[in-house]
């Protein structure tokens, strides 16, 4: 397999990644930070939760600034720039020459004379020796440095990818959570007034003590159940704080809403093939070896060395001296020939690597295209079907049994219903999110994607 990228570099192996990388809009990673004077403060050190005012309110802020705030602030995603700046600055030292070494020497004619200056071959030698690699070996040299800088910025942009993606399901779940407990708090207020209701009717005679100890329990129960559900939050909103390496006093406001993500693109599986994170890191591995092997072939070729000087002859004329040398590689094959064997087996095992890799990202990419499609057929019979009936069974079953015809047991089954069908309703608007996220992930934004922050999905 080969790659049409092979011989570009960085830019032409990343730009395919090097685009926005969230479902809902762009950012820019931030510059890893610089400790100074060896002290690397902890983060309860340089701020506190008084010092982000946006978190200050009643509601979170919006997903794309949590996803910028992920990027500047990640220490995960600052490690990853680093290594990444720090394999691009090797490159252009990979093609430098070696240091020219300074030569000096003394040829005198015998060992009871000093004889510079009355011979002709007596001198005070003074040059420079440059060693010079076999022509291509230099630029073989900065091909690979390039290819193991550009792994580096694949990594760079998978976690970075990551972050994003972890970001966007943690919001996702925090929505969910949140949805759950306005449906819990609606089903309190509305258990008061069932309790009160019952209360009436216990004294009037029109209900018994069951109902009453019955409809005071399933109070308890929702309150319960509400601060599991909170607790759970709490859970989730910890999670938002490390990714975002917020302060752990940083309150989590509510999240008002979540975006509506994009339709996947019709080649959405060719393109996870192609440009899946994973792909074009086994293809940077990929072109490392072919590059490691491409440089250890120039390696079989032998150095050259050139040189000049000047030798002062006292009151004769200077000796002026160049000169080039060039190896013997008698033994260069024994050493280079295996290592060059080997490099190429690599080669063939980074190659089916990539290979591997562009099928399980297609098999990803298939499996979100079908999770997605099963996704849109049950929001539609919750939306068609289950929420619409849901109400109207509940409707019916708390007038009759205000009226005196109802049972308050089918009261409490229909309004279980009615909170569960809600809750399961806001689940799947946060997996819809998390499966656009998971698509993004593989293959990146569309170019002139653009997103809402309307908030999707709130069913009453």
């Known amino acids: 397999m080969r790659y049409p990228w092979s011989r570009g570099g960085v830019p032409l192996l990343v730009s395919c990644l090097l685009a926005p990388l969230n479902p809902v809009g762009a950012g820019a990673a931030a510059p890893a930070p610089t400790p100074q004077d060896g002290h690397r403060p ?136 949140d949805q759950e407990l306005a449906r819990l708090d609606d089903g309190h207020e509305l258990m008061s007034v069932l309790v009160a209701g019952v209360d009436v009717r216990l004294a009037a005679g029109a209900a018994d003590t069951e109902s ?76 490392v070896a072919e590059r490691q092997v491409e440089l250890l072939r120039r390696n079989l070729k032998p150095d050259f060395s050139v040189a000049a000087g000047i030798g002062w002859r006292g009151d004769l004329d200077p000796m002026l001296q160049a000169g080039a040398a060039i190896e013997l590689p008698l033994f260069r094959g024994q050493r280079e020939r295996p290592r060059l064997e080997a490099a190429a087996d690599e080669l063939a095992a980074a190659r089916s690597a990539a290979d591997q890799a562009a099928l399980a990202a297609r098999s990803e990419a298939e499996g979100i295209v079908a999770a997605v499609r099963r996704l849109e057929r049950r929001m539609l019979l919750f939306d068609e079907g289950l929420l619409p009936q849901s109400a109207a069974a509940f409707d019916a079953a708390r007038s009759g049994y205000l ?35 998971a698509a993004t992930a593989l293959i990146g934004p569309a170019p002139e994607a653009r997103s809402s922050l309307a908030p999707a999905g709130d069913p009453r």
Do not use: C, Y
Not at 238 to 246: D, N, S, V
Not at 414 to 437: C, M
């Open 42 to 177: 902890e983060l309860g050190e340089r701020e506190d939760s008084t010092s982000l005012p946006e978190f200050a309110g009643p509601a979170a802020p919006p997903l794309e600034r949590l996803l910028e705030l992920a990027r500047q602030r990640s220490p995960r995603l600052a490690e990853a720039a680093s290594r990444a700046a720090a394999a691009e600055r090797l490159v252009g030292a990979a093609k430098a020459l070696e240091d020219p070494m300074l030569e000096a020497r003394l040829s005198n004619a015998g060992l009871d004379d000093w004889t510079v200056g009355e011979t002709e071959m007596s001198m005070v030698e003074l040059g420079v020796r440059q060693n010079l690699p076999w022509p291509g070996r230099r630029a073989a040299r900065q091909g690979l440095a390039s290819a193991e800088a550009s792994v580096f910025e694949v990594e760079r942009i998978v976690v970075e990818r990551e972050v994003d993606r972890a970001v966007v399901a943690t919001v996702a779940r925090l929505w969910v959570l």
């Open 212 to 287: 009453a100890i019955r409809s005071r329990l399933e109070l308890v129960r929702h309150d319960a159940e509400r601060e599991r559900v909170a607790a759970e939050r709490e859970l989730e909103a910890a999670r938002l704080r490390e990714l975002l390496a917020l302060p752990a006093a940083t309150p989590i406001g509510r999240i008002a809403g979540l975006p509506r993500p994009e339709a996947l693109p019709a080649d959405f599986v060719r393109l996870a093939g192609r440009l899946a994170p994973g792909v074009v890191a086994a293809e940077a591995r990929a072109l």
């Open 403 to 437: 009226g005196g015809s109802g049972d308050f047991a089918t009261l409490l089954s229909d309004f279980d219903l009615w909170l569960t069908v809600r809750v399961d309703r806001a689940r799947l608007t946060a997996e819809r999110l998390e499966l656009a996220a």
